[in-house]
């Protein structure tokens, strides 16, 4: 069900998933504050080469965003009338800088490789008999599933368009938010069927049955 990663390896696969995340918070931290469309235009501007360096497949992968337009065109429309059609630009720059920036990070990153990343950050949670490999999973699977449910959405919108001939309807949204439970369902199966307790600690986990009677 989690298949964004490409297992074709780029100069990007080879950075750890540490630096990435840094980079990640970095570029979140840089682009809040800024309210100059040129300056975020130029930053998606050098996304796109990174992507483009990684490769044709890499680069097509930004189709994977094209679900998020319609969204992008009412955040547009509304904050145009309310502000600005430089502040609406500016907007849906900065969400489509972060998208792709969070995108390209989970293309290029296993799933194991950014729990391993982020669980030392929840280390004193265990004191709590809390296993940090709870939180761990969850960042983890936040950023794996951002071009998951793209892609879901797109799959709905080419199959409504195909039927109907006409443009995306917001009635997509209750399927669409059905989907997105029926995969936090999958997911939690599976993870139970794989013995994994957010509920005890990574000690515990490791200790295995005979250690404790």
């Known amino acids: 069900m989690i298949s964004s990663y490409v297992s074709r390896a780029t100069w990007l696969h080879r950075v750890p998933a540490g630096p990435k995340l840094i980079a990640i918070a970095v570029l979140s931290l840089a ?3 800024l309210t100059d469309w040129r300056w975020l235009a130029l930053g998606l501007g050098a996304l796109l080469l990174l992507y483009a360096s990684l490769g044709r497949d890499m680069f097509g992968r930004l189709a994977l ?6 969204f992008l065109i009412v955040i547009a429309l509304i904050q145009a009338w309310m502000e ?3 502040g609406a630009a500016a907007s849906v720059l900065r969400i489509l ?3 792709a920036a969070a995108n390209l990070v989970t293309l290029t990153t296993t799933m194991q490789d950014l729990m391993s990343a982020v669980a030392p950050a929840f280390g004193p949670l265990a004191h709590l008999g809390i296993n940090p490999r709870a939180p761990a999973l969850a960042v983890a699977l936040l950023l794996r599933f951002i071009p998951v449910l793209l892609e879901t959405w797109s799959r709905r919108e080419d199959a409504w368009r195909a039927r109907t001939g006409r443009r995306v309807s917001l009635r997509l949204l209750a ?3 059905g989907d997105a439970m029926r995969m936090a369902d999958q997911i939690a199966e599976a993870l139970e069927a794989r013995g994994f307790d957010p509920s005890i600690s990574s000690a515990r986990q490791q200790e295995g049955p005979h250690d404790h009677p």
């Open 84 to 86: 600005s059609w430089t």
């Open 65 to 70: 965003l094209k679900p998020l337009f319609p």
């Open 175 to 177: 399927p669409f938010v």
């Open 31 to 33: 682009v809040l504050p």
């Open 97 to 99: 800088l972060m998208v």
